[in-house]
């Protein structure tokens, strides 16, 4: 299973539009993690599974939301209300609760991706803004097979990261 996973792109949308042409038929499911700032009757969300972030004040957007795929179970949720910019504990509790192999969050801006006790807890970064050590404005593509998590990290020209290409055993 193909998932693109978008964040924090605050009313940026252009580059929504950009993601779900490009990659039209080639992903099984579009993912974004909240404060999108768009409204919630956006045509965009028929293609993208949204969650409210922190700065989305219209539409109906859920807090978190879990997808079972023919692949995995993916939670999602922004990170506000999970504290993720104080360390991924209670984001793992909540991945933990929903039965999560995969575990989507965005919030804090900074790309990152990890494997604690087989779940892939993964942020894009911010499409829009970026912050912390890697300054590079982006979005993430999962490659879920029965034996790996392969994540290709994107920059806004949708050119692949070289140095932010992981492999993870399941």
Same mark, same amino acid.
């Given at each position: ?16 539009? &950009?993601?779900?042409?490009? *990659? ?12 999108? @700032?768009? @409204?919630?009757?956006? %045509? =965009? ?17 859920? &807090? ?28 793992? =509790?909540?991945? %933990? &609760?929903? #039965?999560?192999?995969?575990? =989507?969050?965005?919030?804090?801006? #900074?790309?990152?991706? &990890? ?19 890697? #300054? ?17 990290? *994107? ?6 990261? @070289? @140095? ?5 055993? %399941?």
């Amino acid at each position: 299973m193909k998932y693109l996973v978008v964040s924090d792109n605050h009313g940026d949308r252009q580059i929504l539009v &950009e993601l779900a042409d490009r *990659y039209k038929g080639q992903m099984d499911y579009f993912f974004h993690c909240g404060d999108s @700032e768009l @409204e919630g009757n956006d %045509k =965009l969300w028929d293609t993208f599974i949204v969650v409210r972030g922190n700065c989305d004040y219209g539409g109906d957007f859920l &807090e978190r939301q879990t997808i079972s795929t023919q692949q995995d179970i993916v939670y999602i949720t922004h990170g506000h209300l999970s504290n993720v910019r104080f360390g991924l504990t209670q984001l793992a =509790l909540e991945a %933990k &609760e929903a #039965q999560a192999t995969i575990s =989507l969050f965005g919030h804090t801006h #900074q790309i990152g991706c &990890e494997v604690v006790d087989n779940t892939l807890y993964l942020n894009p970064g911010s499409i829009s803004q970026p912050r912390g050590p890697i #300054q590079i404005p982006s979005y993430a593509v999962i490659d879920s097979t029965p034996n790996a998590f392969d994540v290709q990290y *994107y920059n806004r020209a949708h050119h692949p990261v @070289e @140095e932010l290409h992981f492999t993870f055993p %399941k």
